[in-house]
Structures are given as C-alpha cells and as structure tokens.
C-alpha cells in the first residue's frame, strides 16, 4: 500500500496548529478549499479520456498475449483499468468533465457502454445519494440494518444478511447495477434519458459481449469481458462502501463517528463531511482509478474534477486535521469494517450483529 498519503497526511495534521473548529455548514468547508477547486481543465479532461481508453486497449492486449500463470494479474489489470471510463462518466454526471451537459453526457454514456451501464439512470440514483449521504430516511446506498430488524430473522436469512452486508458485499453491486434497468418502473424522473441510455447500455453490452464470442467463443466471453467485469464490480462496490463506513473507535480524536442519522437530525454537512472517509489505495490503483478514493473533498462539492481532488484533501486535512476520517486499505481495515459494521448503532455509528 502506497505510504505517501500517510506520510503526508500526517505532516499536514501536526501543522495545523489552531484549533480545528469543525465545521458548521458547508460553506466554511468550501472556503477552506482552493480557489480554483472547481475549475474544469478541458485539455486534460480529454487527455484522460485517451489515456484511460488506451490504458484499457492495453490491458485487453496483456490479457490476450499472457500465459495462464499470468492471466490473474491481466485481468485485474484490464478490470481496475476499465474503473477509469466509469470514473470519467462519474465527472461528466457531476457536470466536472466540461461546462457542456450535452457533451458530458455523450461522453458518459460511451464510456459506459462496455460496462453495460446506463448513463443517466445511475446519474439519478447516484445524484440522490450525494443529495441524501448517510440519512437513515432517504439514501439508499450501503444503508445499516435496524437492531430491531436484525432481531426478527431467522437463521438462513440472518447468514444471508450478514455476508450480503458485510464479507461478500461486492456481490450486492451487480445487483444495484441491475436495478438500473428497471428504473423507468421507479420513477418517470428523466424518463426519456433513463429509456435513451438504457437502449445505448444495452447496445454497448451486446457489442462488446459478441466482440469477446467472435474472438474466443464462450471462454473469449469470460476472458475477455466477464470477469474484467466483475473485477470493476469489485471497485466499485469497494469504494462506495468504504467511502462512507468505519468501524467504531478508529477515529477516537473526532467527536463524530461515521455512521447514519434520521432526517431529524441529519445535516449536510454531517452527510458529506463528518461521514464521509478517505481511503488510501495502492498507487497503482489510485493510478489506474484516477484518485476516486480521494473522496471527502468530492463529498464536499461534486463539481470538483478528479484532478483537483487531492489539493483539496489537503486543504481540509490542513484545516481541520483529526476532524477529518482517514483510513488505510489493507487487511485489518477490510476484515473490522466487513465483520463490525452491519448495524446503525447511534453512539459509535456502527455496531456488529448480534447473534
């Protein structure tokens, strides 16, 4: 795991030498940022765009040409490298890849074409889950279960809750993923963009999978696209989960747990800022993701471009130190969080099942 954040970050923190106020709304946060945090550079916008599109083109090239022994690593590679297309498309939902909304979504959309991912279904549930971070009424993404709830189940289910919540949650992506094409059932919200990039979804899919038949049949279809997929799926579903969920008693310098809070007591500012954590990945995938992980300052405003996303974390870590979540991607983080985090617990802000 990349060590420089750590370093860095803790530099940063033992510099701030005020007092490191919190924050009461998100406007002191957003003076603490760079002044030109949010300003869209378009000739590196469209650099990226190559750089990931040849990136991918090469891992596909590396998966073609390695022996068995290696494939492993050719597909993480290809799998981690197609995260960057939906990273771009997740700057052109946010209005960040351009000033043009027509360009940012034809962009997006093609990007997500041989993710099988529609555009501008996954921009409304993804844009209400920035609008509603962590309220235990309103966002839907990786909500903890209700003690009471967990109460009430039966053995098989509670087995079933536990994994699906917590050691296998990158299997509940794809069906989040799924319910995307389901959307115009919903809500009639963007109905004709929801319809639109659901036929292009659609296209892109079948392109793409009869690409992998005609080259390999049946094992071209997994080399080549299924399981590259399901390494994406993999990223996806990691950083949505641990963007926003830390396990009790790591951040004991912050009087404010990451955890969820009813719409009475949910802010924006506790929503975005205080349960929100940035996770430091191994370079190559901050690399190949382009910083995604770099995620508190994006819940601070989403119009921030990817490329100014760690000036920004650094601002905040200058301003306002231990009041801001950090973690660590390794072993220890994956196995507290995916055991000790299913339920809402509104002292620590998670607790583990109880069996």
Request: glycine share 6%; proline share 5%.
């Amino acid at each position: 795991v990349s060590g420089a954040f750590w370093s860095v970050a803790s530099e940063i923190k033992m510099s701030a030498t005020h007092d490191q106020k919190a924050p009461e709304t998100m406007v002191d946060v957003m003076r603490v940022l760079p002044k030109d945090a949010l300003q869209t550079k378009p000739l590196l916008a469209w650099f990226t765009v190559v750089r990931v599109v040849l990136t991918v083109i090469l891992s596909v090239y590396t998966i073609h040409n390695s022996p068995w022994f290696l494939m492993p690593l050719a597909w993480v590679f290809c799998g981690t490298a197609a995260t960057g297309l939906f990273v771009i498309a997740h700057d052109c939902a946010h209005q960040s890849f351009s000033g043009n909304r027509t360009l940012n979504e034809v962009v997006g959309t093609v990007l997500m074409m041989p993710l099988l991912f529609p555009y501008n279904c996954w921009e409304l549930t993804h844009n209400h889950h920035h609008a509603h971070a962590n309220n235990l009424d309103k966002d839907h993404l990786w909500k903890p279960l209700q003690k009471e709830d967990v109460a009430k189940l039966g053995t098989f289910k509670k087995y079933l809750v536990y994994y699906l919540y917590g050691p296998l949650f990158f299997e509940s992506s794809i069906l989040h993923h799924a319910y995307h094409f389901i959307l115009p059932f919903v809500t009639k919200r963007n109905l004709p963009g929801v319809l639109r990039s659901i036929a292009f979804a659609l296209f892109g899919g079948y392109y793409f999978i009869n690409l992998a038949f005609s080259v390999g049949g049946f094992v071209g279809f997994l080399k080549y696209w299924l399981v590259p997929f399901l390494i994406f799926q993999f990223w996806l579903s990691t950083f949505t989960y641990f963007h926003h969920r830390l396990p009790s008693g790591k951040s004991e310098k912050n009087p404010n747990p990451v955890g969820w809070k009813s719409e009475e007591e949910w802010t924006k500012i506790y929503g975005g800022f205080f349960a929100t954590v940035h996770v430091d990945f191994p370079a190559w995938v901050e690399w190949l993701t382009l910083d995604i992980n770099w995620h508190l300052p994006h819940h601070v405003s989403a119009r921030i471009p990817w490329y100014n996303l760690r000036r920004c974390t650094y601002a905040l870590l200058q301003e306002y130190g231990d009041l801001c979540h950090t973690a660590e991607f390794n072993w220890d983080l994956w196995t507290e969080t995916t055991t000790q985090t299913h339920v809402h617990d509104e002292v620590t802000g998670y607790a583990p099942m109880e069996w």
